[in-house]
């Protein structure tokens, strides 16, 4: 059985992939401070080793990771926006609490590493679709911290002889995210209130948008192959998707072809047209996402509807 510590389970992806990892006969131990996650987002809690902890504190890390056979890290904060505004939580927590948990791994002897990167905010304005030989440059402090993180697992894994992938995910859609502050929760909560959209910007700027059990596929791939060294794949969709039309194909979804949609000035920090060729993750790993952007769509509106209820 393999032994798993994976921090951060307790939030979005987290929540979705523990449970995926348990069916693969894998033993988890999940490591979260709970500031944006929590206990009750997981679905059958008590097949899983929970250790409430921050991973600013290395000794509590290396303490959780003695013994497991792989790490997988994801525990970040994962907002644009918020890291603009405060730049120091962001580096502490991304930058410096990668380093942590990437330090804990050395000291425990831990050789296999996944590392939750991102393929939007790491790129910044790169011409799309980018791709693992596109030069990163991130316009946000979020996109520098994991860009951070990127550079400190590269280093671990030659130094340490530490086998580290880094995974750069698209924007990740479905259950469990109604703690998440990103244009899908915003869309639908305005939906379910009966209130009009917000748009930040023309609507014109693009994304790539990938189901959560595609992205824990792919998530289970990387861990699973193993590949020696430090390797990065793009998980994404490869479609791009403005977000007005991310917005009416919502608004069509819930039954409301016609709601209002408004625009506001765009926000700093937030890339103009982002998606990703992820031909390498499919090469490689063998990485294939199947579920569509309307059934993912289809799939979290109606886990909204039956989670949050509607006016909530
Ligand atoms: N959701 C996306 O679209 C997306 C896209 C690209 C990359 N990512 C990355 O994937 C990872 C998971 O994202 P998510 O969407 O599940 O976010 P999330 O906020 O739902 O989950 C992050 C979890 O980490 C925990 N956490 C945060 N800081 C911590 C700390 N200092 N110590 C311990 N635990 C801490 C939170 O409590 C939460 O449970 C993050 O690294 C994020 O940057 C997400």
């Known amino acids: ?97 990668t380093f942590n948990v990437l330090n804990a791994a050395r000291r425990a002897r831990i050789k296999r590493f996944v590392f939750a990167s991102t393929g939007g905010a790491i790129m910044g304005n790169a011409t799309p679709p980018v791709n693992e030989l596109s030069l990163p440059k991130p316009i946000s402090p979020y996109g520098a911290s994991k860009m951070a993180g990127e550079g400190y697992c590269s280093a671990f894994s030659a130094a340490y002889g530490m086998n580290i992938t880094a995974l750069r995910f698209a924007n990740v859609i479905g259950p469990i995210s109604a703690h998440k502050k990103g244009a899908i ?28 059990s595609d992205l824990c596929k792919g998530i289970l791939l990387a861990l699973q192959k193993n590949k020696p060294g430090f390797n990065v794949f793009h998980l994404a969709s490869g479609e791009e998707v403005s977000v007005e039309q991310l917005a009416r194909t919502i608004c069509k979804i819930a039954g409301k072809p016609e709601h209002e ?31 569509k952007l309307n059934d993912a769509l289809k799939i979290t509106w109606d886990w909204f509807l039956e989670n949050e209820g509607p006016g909530t």
């Open 261 to 291: 949609i408004k625009f506001e000035n765009k926000r700093k920090g937030e890339v103009e047209r982002n998606f990703a060729d992820y031909t390498k993750a499919k090469e490689v790993l063998g990485f294939s996402p199947s579920v």
């Open 185 to 212: 929760t915003v869309f639908i909560r305005a939906l379910m209130n009966n209130a009009p959209l917000t748009i930040f910007g023309d609507g014109k700027a693009t994304r790539d948008f990938l189901f959560v």
């Open 1 to 97: 059985m393999t032994k798993i510590l994976l921090t951060g389970g307790c939030g979005f992806i987290g929540s979705n992939l523990a449970p995926m990892l348990i069916q693969h006969g894998c033993d988890v131990t999940i490591f979260d401070n709970f500031s944006k996650g929590d206990v009750s987002y997981l679905p059958e809690r008590e097949k899983f080793k929970i250790i409430e902890a921050d991973i600013a504190d290395e000794d509590a890390v290396y303490n959780a990771a003695k013994g497991v056979d792989a790490i997988i890290h994801l525990a970040a904060l994962g907002s644009v926006v918020e890291s603009v505004a405060n730049p120091e939580e962001n580096f502490a927590s991304n930058a410096e609490g």
